[in-house]
Antibody, heavy 121, light 107 residues
Framework: EVQLVESGGGLVQPGRSLRLSCAGS????????LHWVRQAPGKGLEWVSG????????GYADSVKGRFTISRDNARNSLYLQMNSLRPEDTALYYC???????????????WGQGTKVTVS | DIQLTQSPSFLSASVGDRVTITCRAS??????LAWYQQKPGEAPKLLIY???TLQSGVPSRFSGSGSGTEFTLTVSSLQPEDYATYYC?????????FGPGTKVDIK
């Protein structure tokens, strides 16, 4: 069974940093791209960042570029999101999602975690 | 960046109705479009990928079509469990983007 479990969320002051983690299991971790998607309270989905299977290919939403860094450790089956210079508008539920191939493009996100809540205030 | 619009943003429908949601992209994305369903308090669920391919386990009443800049999600006969918010997503290139969502409510 595929599982994605996020952790690391919490309450943080504006300007501070936070690191999110996502532990994957039930699939060959280093075969797939992984992504972070967030959802502000009562709002729609916003793609935040994605990383290819090997970690070399990454992408970011304009709203987080230069502040957030995505990375992965395939030996530990883990995905990370380092969030710096946090702003109140970064307040959201952050989901980890699995791509259907090794690269960022093409198909959809077939498995999602339950999310970790980040509050910037 | 590629912008996605969805119409309608809200629709009210009865059980058994045929429902169609449209997603338009600001530039061509070939067939790199996915559709998701999200219910309150739950993570999104993939319904359709590559514009028209039904994800495993998704009921056949869901279908997708389109290419280029215009896409549709159709539910052939709406069921009680289909009341939810539906999002399209383009995966043609970074940054990936989602549409604003279409909420399907009970009439």
């Amino acid at each position: 069974e595929v599982q994605l479990v996020e952790s690391g969320g919490g309450l943080v002051q504006p300007g501070r940093s936070l690191r999110l983690s996502c532990a994957g299991s039930g699939f060959v971790f280093d075969d797939y791209a992984l992504h972070w998607v967030r959802q502000a309270p009562g709002k729609g989905l916003e793609w935040v960042s994605g990383i290819g299977w090997g970690g070399a290919s990454t992408g970011y939403a304009d709203s987080v570029k230069g502040r957030f860094t995505i990375s992965r450790d395939n030996a530990r089956n883990s995905l990370y999101l380092q969030m710096n210079s946090l702003r109140p508008e970064d307040t959201a539920l952050y989901y980890c999602a699995k791509g259907m191939s090794g690269s960022y493009s093409g198909d959809g996100f077939d498995f999602w975690g339950q999310g970790t809540k980040v509050t910037v205030s | 960046d590629i912008q996605l619009t969805q119409s309608p943003s809200f629709l009210s429908a009865s059980v058994g109705d045929r429902v169609t949601i449209t997603c338009r992209a600001s530039q061509g994305i070939s067939g790199y479009l996915a559709w998701y369903q999200q219910k309150p308090g739950e993570a999104p669920k993939l319904l359709i990928y590559a514009a028209s391919t039904l994800q495993s386990g998704v009921p056949s009443r869901f279908s997708g079509s389109g290419s280029g800049t215009e896409f549709t999600l159709t539910v052939s006969s709406l069921q009680p469990e289909d009341y939810a918010t539906y999002y399209c997503q383009q995966l043609n290139n970074y940054p990936l983007t989602f549409g604003p969502g279409t909420k399907v409510d009970i009439k």
